[in-house]
């Protein structure tokens, strides 16, 4: 049996350093992860989950994560909301397409609405609730791209046009609102 064993060396024909084999050659990719996520309203209200895990546990955040191999990231919007609060999606449309690359990010976040006015907290979620626009706990949000996707929605209600946002100017995701700088190994 052959020892498996990688180099870190700019392979031929590239222009940054990756993991490449030391027998066969075969350079590893790292690629960013992809989170997908919805904003989830129901009767004018917008559904919120308090954070069982970490990082950032005991924080309000939309229901989103990790999109799974071989899943269509509406699926996994679907899913992720089922996982955490129970709930079943109708989604309407791509709201947003963040980048946060310090943690190296890509999220596609949706607009959706309740298929069905029930939901409870999964095992990721201490709670679930649904806020009025006015109610929502700012300051006690997860992270940038929550306000983001908050703020974005807000607009799409109030008739921006369907085309998906992006990043507010300037924004990678290090920061809260407040000025909070958020570490890479919080994430």
């Known amino acids: 049996m052959t020892e498996i064993s990688f180099t870190q060396t700019v392979p031929e024909d590239d222009d940054r350093s990756r993991h490449v084999c030391d027998n066969c050659g075969f350079v590893l990719y790292e690629n960013p992860k ?31 994560g990790y999109l799974e191999l071989n899943e269509a990231p509406e699926d996994g919007a679907r899913r992720e909301a089922s996982e955490e609060a129970n709930i079943t999606l109708d989604i ?3 709201l947003a397409v963040y980048s946060v690359p310090r943690i190296s990010q890509v999220q596609l976040i949706y607009r959706a ?4 006015p029930d939901y ?6 201490l709670e679930v609730k649904l806020f009025s626009p006015d109610d ?3 300051d006690e949000l997860a992270f940038p791209s ?8 807000a607009e799409a209600e109030g008739g ?11 924004e990678t995701g290090n920061m809260m609102p407040g000025g909070e700088r958020l570490r890479t190994e919080n994430m």
């Open 120 to 125: 409870s907290p999964g095992p990721e979620s």
């Open 92 to 94: 309407e449309r791509l």
């Open 113 to 116: 609405r309740l298929a069905r």
């Open 146 to 153: 929550v306000h983001w996707a908050l703020g974005h929605d």
């Open 34 to 64: 992809i989170v997908v996520g919805s904003v989830v309203r129901h009767e004018g209200q917008i559904l919120l989950c308090r954070r069982a895990i970490n990082p950032r546990k005991g924080f309000w955040t939309i229901p989103a």
């Open 160 to 170: 921006a046009p369907p085309v998906p946002f992006k990043n507010p100017e300037g």
């Open 136 to 138: 929502i706990p700012y």
